[in-house]
């Protein structure tokens, strides 16, 4: 087992405060109701993994990864990823890690595939002949040379989830982060995706992998450790060819189990 995991949360815990109407603020100004996201989380995961985090919606999928990607401070415990904590050494943190989210309103609508990377390499310091051999290395390996200079609004749902991947791969980052990367895609565009990630990003080049998703023929397809999160902690962890032994249907019984378990405890 590698000395310094890529990434590793011990005791985390995030709560975020509930969102309250006018009224209740006036009646109880200094009522501080919260909800917690992450119940004293922790997970390791060794480098060069592919780790399938599957969990039910409001499970602390999302924010334990926001976390990781030091968009989030955690509230308890600690998280580092390549060995930087991600609260007292946020610079290297973020470094050390790639963010690909699928979200829409992170790209600018009117800005070309290309212009899009432009701008936010510019945030990762690229710049001249530097920036422009990047990007044109990143278009060529997410296969999205050929439609480089169309507007992103253009874009189909899978080419915008491969410029999210470009994106996250601006600053050469070892670990990457991906949330649900398949969700809203045809089968065709989900299997590229899945492929992409396990066959090119983990298998060639050797980056760990954290893939948060839904989809448990997704996890014991292609990943290589598998955890359940439920109710803001891990309730089972251990290397998919063991928790998907039996295939899907075998894993499908061990996940429903374990999130049943959660949600029975007060």
């Known amino acids: 087992m590698s000395a310094t995991p890529a990434i590793l949360a011990e005791c985390l815990v995030k709560r975020y405060p509930v969102f309250r109407g006018f009224r209740d603020l006036v009646r109880r100004p200094f009522d501080r109701r919260t909800v ?10 060794d480098p060069g993994r592919v780790f399938c985090l599957l969990g039910p ?3 602390g999928k999302t924010t334990l990864i926001k976390i990781l990607a030091t968009l989030v401070l955690p509230d308890g415990g600690r998280a580092a990823v390549d060995g930087h904590d991600v609260a007292r050494d946020p610079a290297r943190a973020k470094g050390a890690v790639g963010y690909a989210v699928g979200e829409e309103r992170s790209f600018y609508w009117r800005l070309t595939g290309r212009e ?3 701008f936010f390499a510019a945030l990762y310091g690229l710049r001249g002949p530097a920036r422009s051999r990047r990007i044109a290395d990143l278009l060529d390996l997410v ?6 200079d169309l507007r992103f609004n253009a874009y189909s749902t899978g080419m915008r989830q491969m410029l999210a991947f ?5 600053a050469e980052a070892s670990i990457l982060l991906v949330d649900e990367p398949t969700r809203s895609l045809d089968p065709l565009a989900a299997d590229r995706i899945r492929s992409f990630l396990r ?7 050797g980056k760990t992998v954290l893939w948060a998703t839904h989809d448990l023929g997704e996890a014991a397809d292609f990943a290589d450790d598998i955890a359940v999160i439920s109710r803001g902690s891990i309730r089972l962890s251990g290397p998919a060819a063991s928790l998907a032994a039996g295939g899907r249907a075998a894993l499908r019984r061990t996940y429903e189990q374990a999130v049943e378990e959660s949600e029975a405890k007060p």
């Open 57 to 59: 919606n409001g499970a």
């Open 36 to 45: 917690t996201a992450l119940d004293g989380l922790d997970l390791r995961v």
């Open 143 to 148: 296969g999205l040379e050929a439609s480089a």
């Open 199 to 205: 066959g090119e990003l983990a298998g060639r080049q």
């Open 116 to 118: 899009n990377l432009e």
């Open 166 to 170: 470009a994106r996250a791969l601006l």
